[in-house]
T-cell receptor, first 114, second 114 residues
Framework: DAKTTQPNSMESNEEEPVHLPCNHSTISGTDYIHWYRQLPSQGPEYVIHGLTSNVNNRMASLAIAEDRKSSTLILHRATLRDAAVYYCILRGFDGSGNTGKLIFGQGTTLQVKP | NAGVTQTPKFRILKIGQSMTLQCTQDMNHNYMYWYRQDPGMGLKLIYYSVGAGITDKGEVPNGYNVSRSTTEDFPLRLELAAPSQTSVYFC?????????????FGSGTQLSVL
């Protein structure tokens, strides 16, 4: 399974933009890049995903490098409720043609300061 | 829709006891997953299922068993509880195997084995 690398932690000030980086140099051509976040004492929740083009939704934006070896999750105006662990995950087909093995790394812990 | 529902929320077991963690989803999803999360760590995949009657091992299956007799339910069985199984367990589901499909997570079961 292709792996991702994220910084262990980041800090941001409230109402400022946050850029969370992710490296995935071994990504394959069919792997989608997914982002999830986990608020304290809760299960992970979906944030955004993309393949090649940049993506926007109500929660965030995803910027994908042209070579797809890295991506950046952008929170446009961080709030205290955005303090969470953010996971960057690649989802693709394994050698058996299955996609069930969604592998989480340790993620980036985002601290938002008032 | 309730989404993914896990029971119980908390449980304390003695070494050697057995129990079943329940997971049910009402979204008619084919794929279901069990993850465990140790303190300060990311999620590790225990087992997953691509449909009723079909299950497969994830990263850390030892000490666990699963079954999938219906689309809605995916229980996780611990036969001989050990302290190493102290963790938070998350169940998740997704509609299909498509690599652009997002996962929906339950709120977790916190298990302590003493």
């Amino acid at each position: 399974d292709a792996k991702t690398t994220q910084p262990n932690s980041m800090e941001s000030n409230e109402e400022e933009p946050v850029h969370l980086p992710c490296n995935h140099s071994t990504i394959s051509g069919t792997d989608y890049i997914h982002w999830y976040r986990q608020l304290p004492s809760q299960g992970p929740e979906y944030v955004i995903h993309g393949l090649t083009s940049n993506v926007n939704n109500r929660m965030a934006s995803l910027a994908i490098a042209e070579d797809r070896k890295s991506s950046t999750l952008i929170l446009h105006r961080a709030t205290l409720r955005d303090a969470a662990v953010y996971y960057c995950i690649l989802r693709g087909f394994d050698g058996s043609g299955n996609t069930g093995k969604l592998i989480f790394g340790q993620g980036t812990t985002l601290q938002v300061k008032p | 829709n309730a989404g993914v529902t896990q029971t119980p929320k908390f449980r304390i077991l003695k070494i050697g006891q057995s129990m079943t963690l329940q997971c049910t989803q009402d979204m008619n999803h084919n794929y279901m997953y069990w993850y465990r999360q140790d303190p300060g760590m990311g999620l590790k995949l225990i087992y997953y299922s691509v449909g009723a009657g079909i299950t497969d091992k994830g990263e850390v299956p030892n000490g666990y068993n699963v079954s999938r007799s219906t689309t809605e339910d995916f229980p996780l069985r611990l036969e001989l509880a050990a302290p190493s199984q102290t963790s938070v367990y998350f169940c998740a589901s997704s509609y299909s195997y498509a690599t652009n499909e997002k996962l929906f997570f339950g709120s977790g079961t916190q298990l302590s084995v003493l």
